[in-house]
Nanobody, 121 residues
């Protein structure tokens, strides 16, 4: 009933930039928190950044000052602008959102399919 579709991943050199997008679609009543997580090979999935429905943001220490999360509520879309990328940012990046579906009382936790970001020279 709800889909999160990510785009914008790819290969970039160290110091470069990428912008990820994630659009939610389906029978959506409301969207609470939206965010980005990442998982590198052999490591657990970790929080990168989240933004609330009142634009309050939180970032992992490792990306503070380099990444910026934002959302467009009219488009049900969350963005992640990634600057000054480092090889250690290489991972699969997953979009996440707490979404209340039409006709339901409680929000569900939804994930995108993931998009690969590779930082390498």
């Amino acid at each position: 009933q709800v889909q999160l579709v990510e785009s914008g991943g790819g290969l970039v050199q160290p110091g470069g930039s990428l912008r990820l997008s994630c659009a939610a679609s389906g029978s959506i009543y409301s969207i609470n928190t939206m965010g980005w997580y990442r998982q590198a090979p052999g490591k657990q999935r970790e929080l990168v950044a989240i933004v609330s429905n009142i634009d309050s943001t939180h970032y992992a220490d490792s990306v503070k000052g380099r990444f910026t999360i934002s959302r467009d509520n009219a488009k049900n879309t969350v963005y992640l602008q990634m600057n000054s990328l480092k090889p250690e940012d290489t991972a699969v990046y997953y979009c996440n959102a707490l979404i209340t579906i039409l006709g339901q009382l409680r929000p569900g936790n939804y994930w995108g399919q993931g998009t690969q970001v590779t930082v390498s020279s």
